[in-house]
């Protein structure tokens, strides 16, 4: 899949996966917001209104209120790309998300996630 495709996904569909993968895990959603709200600095509220407007990965991540500075501190291997040697930007913010959402759902602590 070419990097273009990816960016124009829809984040509202892709949310209910993320969802579905970490409940079959045993996590909340609540915890997924949290992730992703440390990650891109929107609110719950916020994160809401993306899904409600069916914007685009591209979008999500142009909108974003402030991504962390700890982003990185993110390391590991997603898709088969490590994660630090994603050249595009925007991708690289994508599989940052991807990256942490794996980790939610592998059980990891939240202060491991959230590189407390």
Not at 52 to 75: C, G, Y
Not at 82 to 90: G, N, P
């Amino acid at each position: 899949m070419n990097n273009e495709k990816v960016f124009e996904m829809t984040f509202s569909s892709v949310y209910p996966l993320y969802v579905k993968k970490i409940e079959k895990k045993g996590r909340t959603e609540e915890e997924l917001i949290q992730v992703i709200t440390w990650l891109t600095g929107y609110s719950s509220e916020g994160i809401q209104q993306q899904i409600q407007r069916d914007v685009s990965f591209r979008v999500f991540f142009e909108e974003a209120p402030e991504m962390n500075l700890n982003t990185q501190l993110i390391k590991g291997v997603i898709c088969g790309y490590r994660v630090e040697e994603i050249e595009d930007k925007l991708m690289q913010k994508i599989r940052y998300l991807d990256k942490l959402v794996d980790e939610l759902a592998k059980g990891k602590k939240m202060e491991k996630i959230l590189r407390s």
